[in-house]
């Protein structure tokens, strides 16, 4: 029986990605001005838009809007829940 592959964080995949060429520029100016490899600089980039796309889809989300004219469509009894299943 095969062990499921489980990836830990110190292992590294080589990888291929394509960028605009002032995007390129400017990571690598950034890098350099904090002293970090560029590597480094696009890991901690991936890991931080990872982290915040995680925590926007854990956030409550806002409040449901509210009618204008909260009145029921003619024809609606609130009364009998069950006839609003024949409505389309």
């Given at each position: 029986?095969?062990?499921p592959c489980i990836m830990?964080?110190?292992q590294r995949m080589r990888t291929t990605i394509d960028l605009p060429d002032h995007l390129l520029v400017e990571a690598k100016k950034h890098a350099a001005e904090?002293?970090?490899p560029?590597?480094?600089?696009v890991e901690e980039s991936v890991r931080s838009y990872l982290s915040e796309q995680r925590m926007r889809r854990a956030e409550v989300p806002g409040s449901l809007?509210?009618?204008r004219d909260p009145a029921p469509?003619?024809?609606i009894d609130?009364?009998?829940t069950s006839r609003l299943w024949e409505l389309e």
């Open positions: 029986m095969s062990q830990m964080y110190h904090r002293r970090i560029l590597t480094r600089l809007p509210l009618l469509r003619p024809g609130l009364d009998d």
